[in-house]
């Protein structure tokens, strides 16, 4: 296979929601963690809490804030 012209790799961005302050950020897949059971988790920016509630649903995603 032979590349004609590379393409950008899409980065690895969720959004969050900290369960503790109501913030809600972005954080790229070298800020978050993933583990088995307890899926992502990252460090509230704001508070400084671990949170783990990623917004993904299509209304989350796009909703205005």
């Known amino acids: 296979m032979k590349i004609i012209k590379a393409g950008k790799v899409p980065e690895k961005v969720r959004r969050f929601e900290c369960l503790q302050c ?3 950020f972005d954080a790229d897949e070298g800020e978050y963690k ?32």
């Open 22 to 24: 109501g913030c809600i």
């Open 34 to 65: 993933c583990e088995e059971f307890y899926g992502y988790y990252v460090q509230c920016p704001c508070c400084g809490e671990m949170t783990g509630r990623v917004l993904k649903s299509e209304s989350e995603l796009h909703e205005p804030w």
